[in-house]
């Protein structure tokens, strides 16, 4: 009886020892970056990894996955086969815009902030975000109103230096975004990363010289770009010798990750209006524990116009959707734009935090 009793023992200590993770892919079967996994009741278990590996799952009976490209899915980990789960597309598009001779590229962009502590969700924001760039002055003008709505929002409680990131984000690096940026010598080429090296079937795996930081993945009409965007500022730390901010990131044990959709033309180029959507996500330690900051932009409408065009729609925007912003105003917006919904999960946790908005 006490050999039973033992044996029993050792097998719940190795089975609890075991960690339970699933692999979650796109119909390709490529690993799919960034993607949220939490628990029925909206609590987050963490991300997958480049290679699309959740985290240990901790024994969850059920997990729900988020991404900014992919449909919301629940899964029931005990009917997982193979070990591996696949997400559907999204199917978010926009179509394209004609262009005509108006001196701003016109793109709106809808964003969705979560922040965790502990991984228990503490905040939520949600807002519109009118951006212009001018294409001969080569500047990026935005509706500054709900990007301060969005930045004294998020800095309560959530120590982050925000300022002027808040507005590219939420303006989706409309005048970066493009296959030009990935290229070497491109923008994210010179701060991220070293080589390119083709995989076959669209697949492009980005390195330095210290391993894998990401991947760009290509199909007929899009580009998806994955980034451990960690590494590779550390990266870029030491190549410059910035000491101070590596030891400052070590210490926080920080993490950054992102994912970046536009579309592209037969030739694989894209401008500034293809940017379809555009996720970050954020860790590092806290005074009150592990602080999570999910930040997801989607293109909602562009266009092309003039200065007075542009102000008009920002005058439009403020009448229209005035702060405080309901939950079901915004989801509205987001579902008369094709927006992917938030996780019923989420949903649920939004609804049970303090009205602050």
Request: hydrophobic residues 35%; glycine residues 8%; neutral net charge.
């Amino acid at each position: 009886m006490k050999k039973i009793l033992f044996l029993a023992i050792g097998l719940l200590v190795a089975t609890s020892a075991t960690a339970q993770r699933i692999s979650v892919v796109d119909d390709q079967g490529n690993g799919i970056h960034l993607v949220t996994v939490l628990t029925e009741d909206g609590n987050m278990i963490g991300i997958t990894n480049l290679e699309g590996m959740t985290p240990d799952l901790g024994g969850a009976v059920r997990i729900v996955l988020t991404h900014v490209a992919f449909k919301p899915q629940l899964v029931e980990v005990a009917k997982v086969q193979g070990g591996k789960v696949m997400m559907e597309d999204a199917d978010y598009d926009l179509p394209e815009v004609q262009v005509v001779p108006k001196p701003y590229a016109y793109v709106e962009t809808y964003y969705r902030a979560y922040g965790f502590i502990n991984d228990s969700l503490r905040y939520f924001t949600a807002g519109i975000m009118p951006n212009a760039y001018d294409m001969k002055t080569k500047k990026l003008l935005t509706g500054s109103y709900s990007r301060c709505r969005m930045e004294a929002y998020l800095t309560e409680g959530i120590s982050i230096t925000w300022g002027l990131r808040a507005e590219e984000l939420n303006a989706g690096m409309i005048h970066k975004s493009g296959a030009s940026r990935l290229q070497p010598g491109g923008d994210a080429a010179e701060k991220y990363f070293t080589t390119l090296t083709d995989e076959g079937g669209g697949k492009q795996r980005v390195s330095n010289p210290e391993g894998t930081v990401g991947f760009i993945i290509s199909d007929e009409k899009q580009t998806h770009l994955t980034l451990d965007g960690a590494k590779a500022q550390i990266y870029r730390n030491k190549v410059l010798g910035q000491e101070r901010v590596m030891k400052l990131r070590e210490k926080k044990d920080y993490e950054y990750q992102f994912v970046e959709v536009f579309n592209h033309d037969e030739d694989g180029q894209s401008d500034i209006t293809d940017l379809v959507m555009y996720s970050n996500h954020w860790e590092w330690n806290g005074t009150k524990g592990r602080n999570k900051l999910i930040i997801e932009t989607y293109a909602a409408e562009r266009a092309y116009m003039d200065k007075k065009e542009f102000k008009a729609r920002k005058d439009e925007l403020k009448k229209q959707y005035k702060w405080p912003l309901s939950l079901d105003t915004m989801e509205g917006y987001a579902t008369s734009h094709g927006i992917p919904a938030l996780a019923p999960s989420l949903r649920k946790a939004i609804e049970k935090l303090p009205k602050k908005m």
